[in-house]
């Protein structure tokens, strides 16, 4: 499968803390988003880092990416009640970079 | 319209129906993808549209499933003969380059086979 693999499977905070999520992958990439996603209907997209990227902010997130060991983390700091949700890595590959992949996701919950 | 839309929101079916899943993408939007989420599951990739190349139909779980798209616009994923096992959200995207940038989701459908 060409599918990322997150860890953890479900993770649990206080609002205030930090929450780490971890995605690795199998194959070369050319570049590798965070999407979240709320009751389980659409994903919003949060970041997209580029393979020749290590590193991205966006607000309250910070992305890493480590192409040699295949695996990317996301940070969210100060978590909020809102934060709540599940959060999926996708890799693009393929001859032209255009197959999204998601992988299995990590639910995040933050209490308040 | 300012997202993508996909009908019906709610599908319920008898087993061995045949069902017709809509996506309206984001206009200009080139690249469209279907995937399906079983509950409590990530995404699986089903069919990948580029404006007018052959799609990437390698998702695809069997033959009872298919996908047309026409140029840049509506798509439309088909299930023959439907079966318990294919109850699930299936959620489209759509993007203006494929997979270098961000993918836009619509709300899914979610279908019930009974």
């Known amino acids: 499968s060409q599918q990322g693999e997150e860890d953890p499977q479900a993770l649990s905070i206080q609002e205030g803390e930090n929450a780490t999520m971890n995605c690795s992958y199998k194959?070369?990439?050319?570049?590798l988003q965070w999407y979240r996603q709320n009751s389980g209907r659409g994903l919003v997209h949060l970041i997209l880092?580029?393979?020749?990227?290590r590193e991205k902010h966006s607000g309250r997130l910070r992305v890493t990416l480590d192409t040699s060991k295949k695996s990317s983390s996301l940070l969210i700091t100060a978590s909020r009640a809102a934060d709540t949700a599940s959060y999926f890595c996708a890799t693009a590959y393929g001859e032209y970079g255009n197959k999204l992949v998601f992988g299995a996701g990590t639910i995040l919950r933050v209490k308040s | 319209g300012a997202g993508v839309s996909q009908s019906p929101s709610n599908k319920v079916t008898e087993k061995g129906k045949d069902v017709e899943l809509r996506c309206d993408p984001i206009s200009g939007h080139t690249a469209l993808y279907w995937y399906r989420q079983r509950l409590g599951q990530g995404l699986e990739f089903l069919i990948y549209?580029?404006?007018?190349?052959?799609?990437?139909k390698s998702g695809l779980p069997s033959d009872r499933f298919s996908a047309e798209r026409t140029g840049e616009s509506v798509s439309t994923l088909t299930i023959q003969r439907t079966q318990q096992e294919d109850s699930a959200v299936y959620l489209c995207?759509?993007?203006?380059?494929?997979?270098?940038?961000?993918?836009?989701f619509g709300q899914g459908t979610r279908l019930t086979v009974v």
């Open positions: 880092i580029r393979s020749n990227e």
């Open positions: 549209f580029q404006g007018n190349s052959a799609p990437d």
């Open positions: 194959t070369s990439i050319n570049n």
């Open positions: 995207a759509s993007s203006t380059q494929g997979a270098v940038t961000e993918a836009f």
